[in-house]
């Protein structure tokens, strides 16, 4: 069974619509990232999470925003899509152990549409 | 800001050869991490491997290994062994500890063939 679960993994939309991308996690992490994808252009950041009461803004947060509704839950949102969101986006989390590395695991992805 | 460069759009490689994918990266953090994500046709982002800046020891994952050279600031991945199921892309990516978000910054991604 996977980790990181994303759904939908495909969606199309129309110009103006309101959208929701869910994730969530049984790995026990408190640490979870929205993360999107453009071709020749790699990952960047939307938003990440340290916990339930903690949002914050990443490099490209324009036009998203985020609900951490439990340690396991992180939604993104587009609350009025355009065509340039047109991406992958990912969802990864992450659990800073003791002496460990930071490293983010990822979900399956969503490749989402705005026609 | 931190920056990664990957300068191999495209590389392919023959079924049990060996290849080695470049990565470089620009900052002037002393404290990070960086990391080798592949990305095959599922799009599914894997972790290959990672690499702690403090440690001199270069990082070794079976066939996957990196060469760290911290002064010229470069992290390149050797695979040994070549398999079908390496073709994918591969991203580098860097941590920096002192951001306080630790956000992934990628490279734009080598796309590996791995020729029968």
């Known amino acids: 069974d996977a980790d990181v679960t994303q759904t939908p993994r495909n969606r199309i939309t129309k110009t103006g619509k309101r959208i929701m991308l869910e994730c969530s996690q049984t790995?026990?992490?408190?640490?979870m990232y929205w993360y999107r994808q453009d071709p020749g252009l790699g990952l960047r950041l939307i938003y990440y999470?340290?916990?339930?009461?903690?949002?914050n803004k990443g490099e490209i947060s324009d036009g998203y925003s985020v609900s951490r509704q439990a340690q396991a839950k992180f939604s993104l949102s587009l609350e009025s899509a355009i065509p340039n969101q047109t991406a992958l986006y990912f969802c990864?989390?992450?659990?800073?152990?003791?002496?460990?590395?930071?490293?983010?695991?990822f979900g399956p992805g969503t490749r989402l549409t705005v026609l | 800001a931190q920056t990664v460069t990957q300068s191999q759009p495209e590389m392919s490689v023959q079924e049990a050869e060996t290849v080695t994918l470049s990565c470089t990266y620009d900052?002037?953090?002393?404290?990070?991490?960086l990391f080798w994500y592949k990305q095959p046709p599922s799009r599914q982002m894997i972790l290959v491997i990672r690499?702690?800046?403090?440690?001199?020891q270069n990082a070794t994952e079976n066939r996957f290994s990196v060469n760290f050279q911290k002064a010229a600031k470069s992290f390149s991945l050797k695979i040994s062994d070549s398999q079908l199921g390496d073709t994918a892309m591969y991203f580098c990516?860097?941590?920096?500890?002192?951001?306080?978000?630790?956000?992934?910054?990628f490279g734009k991604g080598t796309k590996l063939s791995v020729i029968p």
């Open positions: 990864a989390t992450s659990d800073l152990v003791a002496g460990g590395t930071d490293t983010q695991y």
């Open positions: 790995k026990g992490h408190d640490r």
């Open positions: 999470s340290f916990d339930v009461k903690d949002i």
């Open positions: 900052t002037s953090e002393s404290n990070y991490y």
């Open positions: 690499q702690e800046a403090y440690k001199q």
């Open positions: 990516a860097f941590m920096n500890l002192g951001a306080g978000s630790y956000q992934l910054t």
